[in-house]
T-cell receptor
Framework: SQTIHQWPATLVQPVGSPLSLECTVE??????LYWYRQAAGRGLQLLFY??????ISSEVPQNLSASRPQDRQFILSSKKLLLSDSGFYLC?????????FGQGTRLTVV | AQTVTQSQPEMSVQEAETVTLSCTYD???????LFWYKQPPSRQMILVIR??????QNATENRFSVNFQKAAKSFSLKISDSQLGDAAMYFC???????????FGKGITLSVRP
């Protein structure tokens, strides 16, 4: 069966520090992969998505970046965190008919 | 560009009653999929129902059904016989195979009154 792992579950980072959130998928090949951010009480904002290794589409600019070094690995990064980067980050994978989500990472930038 | 709009931020329904959650979308694609996802306080995303755009028949899953109006680009979710466990945030979503982009609306918070 397919599973998705996302870690860490909770993260507190100071302003200006780097960020690396990792997501891996098991049990499927060549999935579409997505990173979303959910601010408190708000909707899911699509940040990045990828249809294959090294292929990244960006929906939001600036402070965040994403990479897909392996077929089933998706990484969200930042070189210098801002206070506005705080939120709940969700990784997801899909094969068109359904999307499966990780447990999410609650990031607090202090 | 594809967009999903959920204009109602909150709704409330009496237990055992029926409630309809609204969603509109915009897309230039003819082949796409629409979804409703539920997010309870645990934050886990749960697929509620799915509709393929090429199907004219509205999807139904037990107490959940949709009203898919393709020409109007409308995709509403009807919850019948509402239960306390239905209280959650509900997201409407659109997927197109043309670019593999999965876009969500802002969500609506549904509360169920006992």
């Amino acid at each position: 069966s397919q599973t998705i792992h996302q870690w860490p579950a909770t993260l507190v980072q100071p302003v200006g520090s780097p960020l690396s959130l990792e997501c891996t998928v098991e049990g499927t090949s060549n999935p579409n992969l997505y990173w979303y951010r959910q601010a408190a009480g708000r909707g899911l904002q699509l940040l990045f998505y990828s249809v294959g290794i090294g292929q990244i589409s960006s929906e939001v600019p600036q402070n965040l970046s994403a990479s897909r070094p392996q077929d089933r690995q998706f990484i969200l990064s930042s070189k210098k965190l801002l206070l506005s980067d705080s939120g709940f980050y969700l990784c997801a994978w899909s094969l068109m008919l359904e999307a499966f989500f990780g447990q999410g990472t609650r990031l607090t930038v202090v | 560009a594809q967009t999903v709009t959920q204009s109602q931020p909150e709704m409330s329904v009496q237990e055992a009653e029926t409630v309809t959650l609204s969603c509109t979308y915009d897309t230039s694609e003819s082949d796409y999929y629409l979804f409703w996802y539920k997010q309870p306080p645990s934050r886990q995303m749960i697929l509620v129902i799915r509709q393929e755009a090429y199907k004219q028949q509205n999807a139904t899953e037990n107490r959940f059904s949709v009203n898919f109006q393709k020409a109007a680009k409308s995709f509403s979710l009807k919850i019948s016989d509402s239960q306390l466990g239905d209280a959650a945030m509900y997201f409407c979503a659109h997927y197109t195979g043309a670019n593999s982009k999965l876009t969500f609306g802002k969500g609506i918070t549904l509360s169920v009154r006992p």
